[in-house]
């Protein structure tokens, strides 16, 4: 049997209209919002990330996210991207 | 008739590139996870392309994705991810025979019943790049119901083939014409491989006007200033356009009279021309030429 | 403060502390066509016995010699752009010689002087009216560091104000590429050269003292071309240096590759080529780059393909602009801000090249400003609204980062007043239901032209007309708006304290067409 474990990832990047998401597992859930949307989508993030953590099963995570101007998608896509990356063996 | 005649080729892990395809007037989108993504970025350009045809609106614009192929750790994963999301065709690289189609059709087949998929299977462009391919290339056009197109891929063909990819392109004569009359003979599209001087859009209309004097439906275009410079190269002279427009209605007016034979300008004219004809007016409805009309 | 509501519902003080009384905004052009007559103040100024130099023997004398005091009025010309270092060097000066409380006027705020906010905060300056602010300057104001309300004018109200004895300037320094012992200043040569000292010109007839400063005291007399002529100059102090030539005279604006502001670009001259406005003698004003700058270059090619003359470009003059004289495709330039070393040997070279002040540019209230009779217009946006409202000063994010410049000038002047902006900029759409401060108000713009679609303003059903029958993709902003805001989603509105005006916007008439709030943390 294959042992797991979660650790430090990143995906993304800090080019204009994408971001870059930072995620390492923590004891519970805190977002870092960053970026130049930081005030204008801030609770639209928030519940991104946390809908994604659910559905992909992750509960203590910390995720930071550099946002350089990217779409609701882009992030949600970077934070996925991340969050199986995360994931490696032992 | 929806044009197919420019396809631009956009990064799958370019975010930034993708959101603003939609505008650059190409009649068709290709958005690629293979050459243009860096191994290690495989994984995030898979989930940004299915981001972006899950939840952005490309309206009527096509949107095709190149997988990578087979022979990568990454071909499953791509089909599984994208395939469900309906993409207007999987662009299937290096195709050097027909089991390379029909392995991606089965995998295709699996993965749409899977995911209770109705409504008409995803349809394959089989990639073309290498001499065998080219030499194949009717068989791959046949090879399944799912391909609906055969693409050069002329950068590594030539390279395949030792040779350079030259300003005039007479290198790669008989591999189009191979292309365009296989795709022809298969009843399906070809589309022609790139320019990649995007410095010298001179060269570019010469080689498209070239294509599409040999029958190619479609060009790559790399970078979006191409796309108005191909659509020029397509767009049909005005004179055979009226040409058209007079056998097309000298064809309705010998049906309404229920004679067999149609006749223009004192010659006669076969159905295989009046089709012709039907196809050009067809185009020139795309730029608007007066009479012309969208079918 | 009072509050009242302007013809377009915004709200604005009835005056400003230590100011004046303000009117609100009534209409693009309600106060020029009321037909009142318009003052205009000379300053009571002393007479400069004869002489053969003006020259001070230091910044500090010249200064202890102008008269200024606490609270007075400063000016300067912002031509050197970010290359300048005469206003810090002057502010600094003044610190040290322990001024306090005084109002810094001059015609914009260089991005590069983030230095300002400190001269504010050690209190040397206490009030600034200025076009534009930008950075910590911008920051600082946003965040309601200011006790005194900010004033915003555009170039040609700024003219306006100083015409009619609304701002006094009591000591105008003017930084002077090339300058005689007498004064005799101009901009078009030195190795500080900048091209027009336009704005330079304005201040000098209107201020009650005024410093020529310069780093290159040329053998008297200057010429051939005079500026700002002795007559208006009170003192002449020499520097080393009055800043850095590379980002004074920047290279020459290039057209941009990006495809984006190509296609609007694109889309821009689409309408223009379809209004048939491109006609022999028609004239014509854009950017310093981007999209708008781009517009110029399909222009250039539609001008020579069909053998068309312009009749003359205004601005903000770009090389690609003084190229396009140099190569017939204008009669003539006019001049009030030189964009880059391109423009300098062009002004030298070419008698129809000329330069002007900004009365003459865009003072709505004299006889006659070029922009008023200008044909064309591209402008740039950080946003607008759906009622073709632009803002040109506050970012997504509520905070000052813009200039008023001359836009709502050339907008209410020109005959096609074009916005041209992205559909979305940093995942943020462009187009919103009301711009958070209004700068050039929605009648005098005749279309905003997007990378989507091209949004004619109802008021031009000919434009609208003219338009379809070229088949432009024509969009109903309201519809476009929509359309973007499907995959960009849309952003939570900013928090600002509506309680605390930082800064209010003054139309080019001299009434109030908006107020800018302090940006909640």
């Not at chain 3, 559909?423 to 005098?444: A, W």
């Not at chain 3, 952003?491 to 709030?517: H, K, Q, W």
Request: proline share 5%; glycine share 10%.
């Amino acid at each position: 049997m294959v042992e797991l474990v979660v650790r430090m990832a990143q995906a993304g990047t800090l080019e204009s209209a994408d971001c870059l998401v930072t995620v390492v597992p923590a004891e519970e859930f805190r977002l870092d919002y960053r970026g130049v949307n930081r005030k204008l989508f801030g609770e639209r993030t928030r519940k991104l990330v946390m809908e994604t953590l659910e559905r992909t099963g992750f509960s203590g995570m910390q995720v930071t996210i550099q946002d350089q101007g990217a779409l609701e998608l882009v992030i949600r896509a970077r934070l996925e991207t991340a969050l199986r990356r995360a994931v490696g063996e032992v | 008739m929806r044009g197919m005649r420019s396809m631009l080729y956009i990064p799958g892990n370019a975010p930034g590139m993708i959101q603003n395809a939609a505008v650059f007037g190409a009649d068709m989108v290709m958005i690629d996870l293979e050459d243009a993504v860096a191994l290690s970025e495989k994984d995030a350009a898979r989930d940004i392309t299915a981001g972006f045809l899950r939840h952005y609106d490309f309206g009527d614009l096509p949107v095709v994705v190149r997988i990578n192929g087979a022979d990568t750790p990454f071909f499953e994963e791509d089909l599984e991810a994208i395939v469900p999301l309906k993409p207007f065709a999987i662009r299937l690289p290096k195709c050097q025979d027909p089991s390379d189609v029909l392995l991606a059709d089965s995998r295709m087949t699996e993965i749409e019943k899977r995911h209770g998929m109705s409504g008409g299977l995803v349809p394959i462009h089989a990639m073309l790049e290498s001499a065998r391919g080219i030499e194949n290339a009717y068989a791959i056009a046949t090879a399944s119901s799912r391909v609906t197109a055969l693409t050069l891929g002329g950068q590594d063909l030539t390279a395949d083939m030792g040779i350079q990819k030259t300003r005039d392109g007479w290198e790669l004569f008989y591999a189009r014409s191979r292309v365009v009359m296989a795709a022809k003979a298969a009843g399906i599209a070809a589309f022609d491989t790139v320019w990649t001087d995007f410095n010298d859009p001179e060269g570019l209309f010469r080689e498209a006007r070239q294509i599409v004097e040999l029958g190619f439906t479609g060009k790559a275009a790399i970078h979006p200033s191409q796309v108005d410079v191909i659509h020029r190269a397509f767009r049909p002279d005005e004179k055979e356009v009226r040409k058209a427009e007079r056998i097309v209605a000298a064809a309705a007016e010998a049906e309404r009279q229920g004679r067999g034979v149609v006749a223009v300008d004192g010659k006669m004219v076969d159905a295989p021309i009046i089709v012709r004809a039907r196809h050009l007016i067809s185009l020139a409805g795309l730029y608007g030429m007066e009479g012309g009309e969208a079918q | 403060m009072n509050f009242v509501k302007n013809a377009l519902g915004r709200l604005v003080p009835v005056g400003v502390d230590g100011v004046g009384a303000f009117s609100p905004y009534e209409g693009a052009f309600a106060r020029v066509l009321k037909g009142a007559p318009w003052p205009a103040a000379y300053p009571v100024r002393k007479p400069e016995p004869p002489s053969r130099s003006k020259v001070a023997p230091s910044l500090k004398t010249a200064i202890e010699r102008s008269g200024l005091e606490n609270g007075m009025t400063i000016s300067f010309h912002h031509h050197l752009r970010n290359g300048d270092k005469v206003i810090p060097l002057v502010l600094e000066t003044l610190l040290q010689m322990g001024f306090r409380d005084l109002t810094f006027a001059p015609s914009s705020i260089p991005d590069s002087h983030d230095c300002v906010a400190d001269y504010v905060r050690k209190g040397l300056i206490r009030r600034i009216w200025t076009s534009g602010a930008r950075g910590e300057v911008g920051r600082m104001i946003s965040r309601g560091e200011m006790e005194e309300t900010v004033i915003i004018r555009s170039h040609g109200g700024r003219a306006r104000a100083i015409e009619e004895g609304s701002i006094v300037i009591d000591v105008a320094f003017l930084a002077a590429p090339a300058c005689d012992a007498l004064g005799n200043s101009a901009g078009c040569s030195g190795k500080s050269a900048c091209g027009s000292l336009g704005y330079a010109i304005t201040d000098a007839r209107f201020a009650r003292h005024v410093i020529a400063v310069t780093d290159n005291l040329v053998e008297y007399p200057l010429h051939p071309h005079i500026s700002v002529p002795q007559h208006l100059v009170n003192q002449v102090v020499v520097v080393d240096s009055l800043g850095d030539p590379a980002k004074i005279a920047s290279g020459a604006a290039r057209i941009t590759r990006n495809p984006l502001d190509l296609k609007v670009a694109e889309n821009a001259y689409r309408l223009l080529a379809a209004s048939g406005i491109l006609a022999p003698g028609c004239s014509f004003q854009v950017g310093a780059g981007g999209a708008s700058l781009a517009v110029a270059a399909f222009v250039r090619d539609h001008l020579k393909e069909k053998g068309i003359q312009g009749g003359f470009g205004l601005g903000g003059i770009s090389g690609y602009m003084a190229q396009m004289l140099e190569e017939g495709l204008f009669r003539a330039l006019f001049d009030v801000q030189s964009f880059d070393s391109a423009v300098t040997g062009s002004m030298v070279k070419n008698r129809a090249h000329m330069e002007i002040d900004p009365s003459w540019y865009a003072n709505p209230m004299n006889q006659g400003c070029l922009v008023h009779n200008l044909d064309v217009v591209i402008l740039a946006a950080l946003e607008v609204d759906t009622d073709f409202n632009v803002n040109v000063m506050t970012g997504n994010d509520g905070v000052l980062r813009g200039a008023s410049g001359g836009h709502s000038d050339t907008a209410a002047g020109a005959k096609m007043a074009i916005v041209v902006a992205p559909s979305f900029r940093g995942g943020v759409p462009t187009i919103k239901d009301r711009v958070q401060t209004l700068v050039t108000p929605g009648e005098t713009v005749d279309a905003i032209v997007t990378e989507r679609g091209i949004c004619i303003n109802p008021n031009r059903a000919d434009l609208w007309e003219a338009a379809k029958k070229a088949n432009l993709p024509l969009k109903e902003i309201t519809d476009l708006k929509k359309e973007v805001e499907r995959f960009t989603g849309v952003p939570e509105p900013v928090e600002m304290d509506m309680d605390r005006v930082v800064a209010v916007v003054e139309y080019r008439d001299g009434t109030l067409i908006d107020s800018i709030y302090r940006v909640k943390e």
